[in-house]
């Protein structure tokens, strides 16, 4: 059983992340942003300490509302930086609010940012991270992997002997319609 399905049960932080959550298929763009938002804050931390924080970058970034946080200017970015409920990290910060803008432009030319991943699909890891890392800011192996993972469009979020992976196989994410 992978770490995380071992941790995870009945952890205070983990456990309804990764029994409702983790890979589960997503469409609504918000709910894309802010699992990209949270990948990128994650980077070189800890996925307890961005679970712990992700309901004050709820807040902070306007719900992870796209067009909201695509036409941040330098009075929120100074916000942003001030506010402990997020993590701060000037790079990270910029970087949302840069891919903000990026998804704008997937939905206006695929119809929607689930669209444009369904475009790419099925693809490697590999190839995934090469074209994350042409489209958008601050998305390394990690932080492709883990979104893509967490949205069903990867494999790997959970062990084949958890109960989460049964569901999985019954609703059938991306990952596995590909390989079926």
């Avoid at 800890?46 to 009075?75: H, I, N, P, Q």
């Avoid at 062990?159 to 049964?166: K, R, S, Y």
Wanted: hydrophobic share 45%; charged share 25%; glycine share 8%.
């Amino acid at each position: 059983m992978s770490t995380y399905c071992r941790i995870a049960p009945g952890h205070p932080v983990h456990h309804s992340y990764h029994a409702t959550e983790y890979g589960f298929p997503q469409r609504d763009e918000t709910i894309l942003f802010e699992r990209l938002v949270l990948e990128i804050m994650q980077a070189g931390l800890s996925w307890e300490l961005v679970l712990k924080r992700r309901l004050g970058m709820r807040e902070a970034f306007s719900g992870f509302a796209v067009d909201a946080v695509a036409a941040y200017g330098e009075e929120d970015v100074a916000r942003l930086l001030a506010d402990p409920a997020i993590i701060r990290n000037r790079l990270k910060v910029a970087a949302i609010i840069h891919n903000a803008g990026v998804v704008q432009q997937l939905r206006a030319e695929h119809g929607s940012f689930a669209a444009w991943l369904d475009t790419h699909h099925p693809r490697e890891r590999k190839d995934w991270v090469k074209l994350f890392g042409k489209t958008f800011k601050f998305t390394g192996g990690e932080i492709v992997g883990e979104f893509l993972m967490s949205l069903g469009y990867l494999p790997g979020s959970h062990a084949e002997d958890c109960p989460v992976q049964a569901e999985l196989r019954e609703i059938g994410p991306p990952w596995m319609r590909a390989t079926a």
